[in-house]
């Protein structure tokens, strides 16, 4: 038994926990992107992107071998972008060459910063230029040389013979060309760079626009990681709905390079468990010991353990079970509890984590979906089995009255591939099912297709914000009010 109140379980936010070094689950998919044989990382949101993503960068930096560049949105060439459109580029190809130039610009900045390049080169003069025009932001690294990259291009046009460059008759095209060349002869193949790209889903809204942004920066690194695979290194770190929903020429090029994020239910556990061993300093054991320490041994509603009945209620992710088990800690220590009991957990759920994971539903997918709230308002008092027909006709009458021009099929696939709607699946264990019946959704196996099912399950995290109740429950409450 512990002292639940000295538990600190970190903050939801890999950016802002400063401990997360200490107790991160290092899986084989943090070691596949830290290695760099993985370079393009798919997960959900919460699902651990950013701490990977912190951890990656964390480690390569304190190596002391290798240049590590994160870059966010914000430092991309706009204006770039219109340069090549104005040069008659489709967007697609707009967006890979404006990435190209923001990334090599990059590149160059820290090689020369860093001394790796002369700074008498023609890369050197190039960078030159760019410090002289513009600053790099401080201490963080993050490129912002080229803010302004039109008036840069129409700098280097007036300034061609300074940088040392041949072409008489520069061009946005041109100027990626020549630094792609330049580069080859003075970057010194001992010397390793890894370029980190993250919240990308900061930049998206499901515009043809957006799409072009992301499916350019895809091309872009995969293009400049094979030009210079001795050297260099681009990872992507992108949301597994934006990635799903994007389709490009030469895609089947990245699946080599692909990293899905998934987590088992006893690696979410060890999620827990690390840092309750962290805040507690207690020594390297067993998970199970932790939990059933940490919780009491009063089963729950089917009699389920401690364990279960919080990993039915996430989407498995580690953000899910780490919110949870905070908010039970809360509640748990609210009520001078030596141990989290059923009463704390399920007050947890009711007054903070099921209205959490509604808006979080929301807040993800609003930019793309503006009638996601009402959506899911639509099943407000409903029953948490619904059949297929029933289903559809109510989603199609939502549609008529928010007035989209979407089949009610249409809106099932996207409650479904939000997790909102799973399915309960029978038959002989497989690699994605267990034997008997289970309860399946889309982000435990995506290649469900949900319309073959007669019935539908809302999730179980959602049914208390919704007053989603069983059947039995109502049939309960009808035979208590009969005389």
Request: charged share 30%.
């Given at each position: 038994?512990?002292?639940?109140?000295?538990?600190?379980?970190?903050?939801?936010?890999a950016?802002q926990?400063?401990?997360?070094?200490q107790?991160?689950?290092r899986t084989?998919?943090?070691?596949?992107?830290?290695?760099?044989?993985?370079?393009?990382?798919?997960g959900?949101?919460?699902?651990?992107k950013?701490?990977i993503?912190?951890?990656v960068r964390?480690?390569?930096e304190?190596?002391g071998?290798t240049i590590?560049?994160p870059?966010?949105?914000?430092?991309y060439?706009?204006?770039?972008l219109?340069?090549?459109?104005?040069?008659g580029?489709?967007?697609?190809q707009?967006?890979?060459n404006?990435w190209k130039?923001?990334l090599?610009s990059?590149?160059?900045?820290?090689?020369?910063d860093?001394?790796?390049?002369?700074?008498?080169?023609?890369?050197?003069?190039?960078?030159?230029y760019?410090?002289d025009?513009?600053k790099?932001?401080?201490?963080?690294?993050?490129?912002?040389?080229?803010?302004n990259?039109r008036?840069f291009?129409?700098?280097?046009?007036?300034?061609?013979v300074?940088l040392?460059?041949?072409?008489?008759?520069?061009?946005?095209?041109r100027v990626?060309?020549?630094?792609?060349?330049?580069?080859?002869?003075?970057w010194?193949?001992?010397?390793p760079?890894?370029?980190?790209?993250?919240?990308?889903?900061?930049?998206?809204?499901?515009?043809?626009?957006s799409?072009?942004?992301i499916?350019?920066?895809?091309?872009a690194?995969?293009?400049?990681n094979?030009?210079f695979?001795d050297?260099l290194t681009?990872t992507?770190?992108?949301?597994s709905?934006?990635?799903d929903?994007l389709?490009?020429?030469?895609?089947?090029?990245l699946?080599?390079?692909?990293?899905?994020?998934?987590?088992?239910?006893?690696?979410l556990?060890s999620?827990?468990?690390?840092?309750?061993?962290?805040?507690?300093w207690?020594?390297a054991?067993?998970?199970?010991?932790?939990?059933?320490?940490?919780?009491?041994?009063?089963?729950?509603?089917?009699?389920?353990s401690?364990?279960?009945y919080?990993?039915?209620r996430t989407?498995?992710?580690?953000?899910d079970?780490?919110?949870f088990?905070?908010?039970a800690?809360?509640?748990?220590?609210a009520?001078?509890?030596?141990e989290?009991?059923?009463?704390?957990v399920?007050?947890a759920?009711?007054?903070?984590y099921?209205?959490?994971?509604?808006k979080?539903?929301?807040?993800?997918?609003?930019?793309?979906?503006?009638?996601?709230?009402?959506?899911?308002?639509?099943?407000?008092?409903?029953?948490?089995?619904?059949?297929?027909p029933?289903?559809?006709?109510?989603?199609?009458q939502?549609?008529?009255?928010?007035g989209?021009?979407?089949?009610?099929?249409?809106l099932?696939?996207?409650?479904?591939v939000?997790?909102?709607?799973?399915?309960?699946r029978?038959g002989?264990?497989?690699?994605?099912?267990?034997?008997?019946?289970?309860?399946a959704?889309?982000?435990?196996d995506?290649?469900?297709?949900?319309?073959?099912?007669?019935?539908?399950y809302?999730?179980p995290?959602?049914r208390?914000?919704?007053n989603v109740s069983?059947?039995?429950e109502?049939?309960?409450?009808l035979?208590?009010?009969?005389?």
């Open positions: 038994m512990y002292d639940v109140s000295k538990i600190d379980l970190g903050n939801d936010e950016e926990d400063k401990y997360l070094a107790y991160f689950l084989s998919s943090f070691k596949q992107v830290l290695s760099g044989r993985k370079s393009l990382v798919i959900r949101k919460g699902s651990g950013s701490a993503f912190e951890l964390s480690e390569l304190s190596g071998t590590v560049i870059i966010t949105p914000d430092q060439s706009w204006s770039a219109r340069d090549y459109k104005e040069a580029l489709l967007p697609e707009a967006h890979t404006a130039l923001t090599l990059a590149i160059v900045w820290n090689l020369v860093k001394g790796v390049i002369d700074k008498h080169s023609p890369t050197g003069r190039y960078y030159n760019m410090r025009s513009y790099p932001a401080e201490k963080d690294g993050l490129l912002r040389a080229v803010t990259v008036q291009l129409e700098g280097i046009k007036t300034q061609w300074s040392g460059w041949s072409s008489a008759t520069p061009t946005p095209l990626v060309e020549q630094l792609v060349n330049d580069l080859k002869t003075c010194p193949i001992t010397q760079v890894r370029v980190l790209i993250d919240r990308l889903d900061d930049s998206w809204d499901a515009s043809p626009e799409q072009h942004l499916v350019g920066l895809l091309k690194a995969n293009d400049l094979n030009t695979r050297r681009i992507v770190f992108l949301r709905d934006i990635y929903g389709l490009f020429d030469d895609q089947d090029k699946r080599q390079y692909e990293e899905t994020l998934t987590w088992t239910p006893d690696e556990k999620v827990i468990s690390e840092r309750v061993r962290f805040s507690l207690l020594a054991g067993d998970d199970e010991k932790i939990w059933s320490s940490l919780f009491s041994t009063r089963k729950y509603r089917s009699k389920a401690p364990s279960k919080i990993l039915d989407f498995k992710r580690p953000r079970i780490i919110s088990v905070r908010f800690l809360e509640k748990a220590v009520n001078h509890h030596d989290i009991e059923p009463e704390d399920r007050s759920e009711e007054t903070k099921s209205s959490s994971k509604y979080d539903i929301i807040i993800e997918q609003q930019k793309q979906y503006p009638y996601a709230k009402a959506l899911l308002d639509s099943f407000q008092g409903s029953l948490h089995k619904l059949s297929t029933e289903l559809l006709q109510n989603l199609g939502f549609a008529r009255i928010q989209l021009r979407l089949e009610p099929e249409d099932l696939r996207i409650l479904f939000w997790g909102v709607l799973g399915v309960k029978q002989r264990a497989g690699l994605n099912q267990r034997g008997g019946a289970s309860f959704y889309y982000y435990e995506p290649s469900i297709q949900p319309l073959v099912y007669p019935s539908f809302i999730h995290s959602l208390f914000y919704l069983e059947k039995r109502k049939r309960k409450i035979r208590l009010s009969d005389p």
